[in-house]
């Protein structure tokens, strides 16, 4: 076959593999989204992130919220440990996320720093602890959602943690920060360069989130996270459904046939989405999935 015939036909196949390849999602903010396993099972998620530790560092005694799942106070979210180790099984990595939007954390110095690191070694990772929230599944890593404070000494406990992967199994860092960079919480802790993935909230913020009238500005935030901030790869953060944010929804077509393959490249990870209860309502994860572009709908 000669070379002008199999060029269209490679564009037709790069276009028709324009999936959204992984996609994370954000499990534990609403009673009513189905169970952590069920989650991992549906085969839609490579990643999924318990949402959150809502209450950590300055001296409190950590807090973890999973709203209506279980009740750590009661000790009833020790039964997700065989969760965690199904959807593990299944090869879906699972992270605790620090922060969110409502809480009460900060840092206050180094040793507050290490000294929350210890703690979630000891209560989440491989670590030892009389009493673990998530009973004995070891979780894979650590999820940054800081969203308050002025983020002094994150970085020192994203070092900490790293530290703790020399101890056998590697502790995956991510982070969520707002997509106007550089963000106003997260930047020291992402400048020490040793996230794995960074999940971008490209919704709520008008600024730099994608609009279907001009792409240009979202091409250039995208393009300024991935060429300031070192990471294994990026995540386009996106909102579910329309119900699940301000603003910043975008349609499953869209999405997979303009805004992907723009920022497609050897620094592109998958796709962040918050949360699974609204990629239950939406089906998003599985019509994104599906979504095979055509040259005319392009
Ligand atoms: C969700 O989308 C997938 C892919 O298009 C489809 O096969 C499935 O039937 C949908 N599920 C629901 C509940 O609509």
Redesign the pocket.
């Known amino acids: 076959m000669a070379t002008n015939q199999l060029l269209p036909l490679l564009l037709l196949a790069l276009v028709a593999g324009s999936h959204a390849d992984s996609i994370a999602v954000y499990w534990g903010q609403n009673g009513n989204e189905g169970t952590l396993a069920d989650t991992c099972s549906s085969g839609l998620y490579a990643y999924v992130i318990l949402a959150f530790l809502t209450t950590f560092g300055n001296g409190q005694t950590p807090v973890l919220n999973l709203a209506g799942h279980c009740d750590p106070s009661a000790g009833t979210c020790t039964s997700l440990s065989s969760d965690i180790q199904s959807c593990q099984s299944q090869g879906v990595k699972v992270f605790l996320s620090l922060g969110g939007a409502v809480g009460s954390y900060s840092l206050s110095s180094a040793e507050d720093a290490q000294s929350v690191a210890n703690y979630l070694w000891d209560n989440f990772l491989g670590g030892s602890s009389s009493s673990r929230p998530l009973g004995d599944a070891v979780l894979d890593g650590i999820d940054f959602d800081i969203e308050a404070t002025n983020g002094d000494f994150f970085d020192d406990l994203a070092k900490d943690l790293a530290q703790f992967s020399s101890q056998g199994k590697k502790v995956y860092l991510t982070a969520a920060p707002q997509c106007p960079y550089p963000d106003a919480h997260l930047n020291t802790a992402l400048q020490t360069g040793i996230f794995d993935y960074v999940w971008i909230q490209f919704y709520n913020n008008p600024s730099c989130q994608y609009s279907s009238g001009s792409i240009d500005d979202f091409i250039r935030e995208w393009n300024t996270w991935i060429s300031r901030v070192t990471a294994t790869s990026f995540f386009l953060g996106l909102p579910a459904s329309p119900a699940a944010a301000g603003s910043g929804y975008i349609p499953p077509y869209e999405l997979v046939c303009r805004v992907l393959p723009a920022i497609k490249g050897p620094k592109y990870g998958g796709i962040m989405l918050w949360n699974r209860y609204y990629d239950v309502i939406n089906?998003y994860s599985?019509?994104v999935k599906?979504i095979v572009c055509t040259a005319s709908h392009t």
Request: glycine share 0%; hydrophobic share 25%.
């Open positions: 089906n599985a019509t599906s």
